[in-house]
């Protein structure tokens, strides 16, 4: 799986989190919809353990909040049962950075010592693929990660990201995501327990198509692809480079993340898998916010480019030719980055990564 | 706890267990003993979940071969369960290197992509602390590993190990490695299913009085001491580093690892765990093993220090005062290994870091 958003997480020391301050607020404001799917579930106090997993998790800073208000919940409403808290990423991920982060050992405020009888694991299987045994899954959750594809399926010719791909080069990227979201949900639909529930908060397209960092101001994507065309066409890059810079991601649409529970001939559905709640939200850049308050240009510049840096960078590094010296691409990089602060810095209005994600809780059919 | 050979595997890149392909020899002598428990055990095959857990596994390395034989042996016997293998260390310990091990995506041979309906965990708990809820464990393991001490209990005065140290010094560090082990061992107790069993192959005290590099040769860690007292006579240490530097570990008599199974009055045995099995065991360093085949002391000195100095040489630098440079502490411990070579090299025979561990094998009662 190509999930460059999780290099960021190497970086160790809690960057990822902090740079991502903006994804916390969108998983802190849909607590409640988590909340509701467990009163939904009402599992019963039989002393069996129960399981909950955060699928794509990174440090585990982002979902810190939210996952400690659950467990409570989990806590007060099972007092009997186990609870097994199951974080997976890819290999590469910093996972002794998440056990410190979880385990309360850095200045990260950590539920763990509020919930007792608490056993916390990490994965590193793909959620391309099973994580947990079969029906041992009570509350599957997901954010910000399912957008990340297992597979680059074209290249875009005039842009760095789909969203701003052709017609055909765009239909491979969506047959694609089609296929890694029911390879997703069908892992899920096995793992998960009769009853069992799953909170799934993705980067998508909504109804009225915004997506990140494109909400009516000035479109993120489409300055990114800007500012490498202009290294280019002053001859900082090579064509070939260019060519080879794309994303592997897949912003799906509401109908697109829907279609598989909806379908009844579709293999998610007959796994038993129904939609309970779908809906989009925009969650405002906090640093675009920032900057309504302070008003300073160069400020809201440097401090809203590492936000964008964070999880756009090993995209742009991987596009560069593999036989430049690595302090030639640092500089190519940092002048790529430099120039996008200097946009900023001086036409601040309308810039803001604003996210855009969709919002689904599923159920598997009880017993 | 203190567990300054975990550090090492931090070094990443199977450094750790290239280093200690001596721990690897005793694993893999010792799984017959573990298959028989197996077949002790006689696990139905029930479709319930089967959990095997490697506790202080480091980067895996040592474990794979024993794991792999023993996992592929619980597929042929239960079918139809799925397996739960879960790693657990100390949260510094690399986690990803341990997922690229056991993954097979790295060149350490796996049985990742032998046993199906296989699922790898881990954990960053102690396993002085509960890791795996309550009666959900089958069969647990754990090598050379619980000679760590969760706390240094005394100042040894005139050595820098416990199997140097003076009546009183030494009954703390007994003292101590009594109630870890305890500790340890109830922990388990409440972690095991009925009918589970452990298999713990642990640093220990033989009946001849044999213990890790002390076989009847030179003693290790008489020559470690011999050579720290040296630096600190010529001035290169303070006397207060020396009398800092102490391993955080004991090493138990066969009588000190079998008593809480065998005392009624003790929460072990009244846990409900006993023993099956229990014997000590020398595997001779390969090192020297080697050396009397090609018979070069450089080249048995150069080999042979890398393997002492991968799990002694964080107690060494703990002992250097926190006022001292990063680079005066790296001379410092170059010095101290270089001296240990050169002795070496200048009279190579009785020089070998033999194995001594202490085998055990114990079960859950059954339901």
């Known amino acids: 799986m190509a999930s460059t958003a999780r290099d960021i997480a190497m970086k160790g020391g809690g960057y990822y989190s ?148 052709a017609v055909t080069e765009r239909a ?30 993705n980067f998508g397209v909504d109804e009225e198509g915004r997506y990140l960092g494109n909400t009516g101001g000035i479109s993120m994507f489409d300055t990114f692809n800007a500012l490498w065309t202009e290294l280019r066409d002053d001859g900082t890059i090579t064509p070939r480079e260019y060519f080879d810079t794309n994303f592997p991601q897949h912003y799906r649409t509401v109908e697109e993340f829907t279609r598989p529970f909806r379908d009844p001939d579709n293999p998610v559905h007959q796994a038993g898998l129904r939609l309970d709640h779908a809906e989009t939200r925009v969650v405002r850049c906090p640093f675009a916010v920032h900057f309504e308050e302070h008003g300073d240009p160069a400020r809201f510049a440097r401090e809203y480019i590492p936000t964008l840096r964070s999880w756009s960078e090993s995209t742009f ?31 601040p209005h309308g810039h803001a990564m604003d996210y855009v994600h969709c919002y689904l809780i599923a159920s598997k059919v009880p017993a």
């Open 18 to 165: 902090r740079a991502t301050i903006g994804a916390k607020h969108v998983i802190d404001g849909a607590t409640p919809l988590i909340l509701q799917s467990l009163e939904d579930m009402s599992p019963p106090d039989d002393g069996s353990v129960f399981t909950m997993s955060d699928m794509g998790c990174a440090d585990a800073g982002t979902s810190m909040t939210m996952v400690g208000t659950v467990l409570k919940e989990v806590r007060r409403r099972v007092p009997s049962r186990p609870i097994q808290m199951v974080y997976t990423d890819l290999p590469r991920n910093d996972f002794s950075q998440l056990f410190r982060n979880v385990l309360g050992l850095t200045d990260t405020a950590s539920y763990y010592h509020e919930v007792d009888n608490l056993h916390v694991f990490a994965s590193g299987t793909s959620f391309h693929r099973s994580i947990v045994p079969p029906g041992t899954l009570h509350l599957g959750f997901s954010a910000t990660a399912s957008h990340y594809l297992s597979d680059k399926p074209a290249k875009i010719e005039n842009h760095v990201h789909m969203v701003g791909a």
């Open 172 to 201: 491979a990227y969506a047959e694609q995501g089609r296929r890694d979201w029911e390879a997703m949900l069908l892992h899920r639909a096995r793992e998960l327990a009769p009853g069992g529930r799953l909170a799934l908060f």
């Open 317 to 347: 590094a991987s596009g560069l030719s593999p036989g430049r010296p690595p302090k030639e691409c640092a500089a190519i990089l940092d002048c790529f980055y430099d120039r996008y602060e200097a946009r900023v810095r001086d036409a």
